[in-house]
Nanobody, 129 residues
Framework: RVQLVESGGGSVQEGGSLRLSCVAS????????MAWFRQAPGKEREGVAA???????KYANSVKDRFTISKDMAKNTLYLQIENLKPEETAMYYC???????????????????????WGQGTQVTVSS
């Protein structure tokens, strides 16, 4: 059974940092496109970063140079290192696995509109000014 469990969220001051983790079970994350999304209250879920089966990262323009996505094969875990957080980035952050899709993460930022994507329960990030 596929399962994704996020952790690492919390409350930080503007400019602070967090490291989010997503432990996967039921499949090997090294073979699939994995991504991080976030959803603020009243807003659509948006993609922030993805990493393909070959280790190539992709980022939304708004988070480039501040977010770093990575994965650990031995721990079957996906990470998101977040630097210089902004209050408007307060949201629930979700881990996603594109199990039926492209290993190259093609169209990754639209995964929330597609069936077949597996999601974790989310971890809350709150940034205060």
């Amino acid at each position: 059974r596929v399962q994704l469990v996020e952790s690492g969220g919390g409350s930080v001051q503007e400019g602070g940092s967090l490291r989010l983790s997503c432990v996967a079970s039921g499949f090997n994350i090294m073979h699939y496109c994995m991504a991080w999304f976030r959803q603020a209250p009243g807003k659509e879920r948006e993609g922030v970063a993805a990493i393909d089966a070959f280790g190539m990262p992709k980022y939304a323009n708004s988070v480039k140079d501040r977010f770093t996505i990575s994965k650990d094969m031995a721990k079957n875990t996906l990470y998101l290192q977040i630097e210089n957080l902004k209050p408007e980035e307060t949201a629930m952050y979700y881990c996603a696995a594109d199990l039926p899709g492209s290993k190259r993460c093609e169209g990754w930022d639209g995964l929330h509109r597609e069936g077949g994507t597996s999601w974790g329960q989310g971890t809350q990030v709150t940034v205060s000014s």
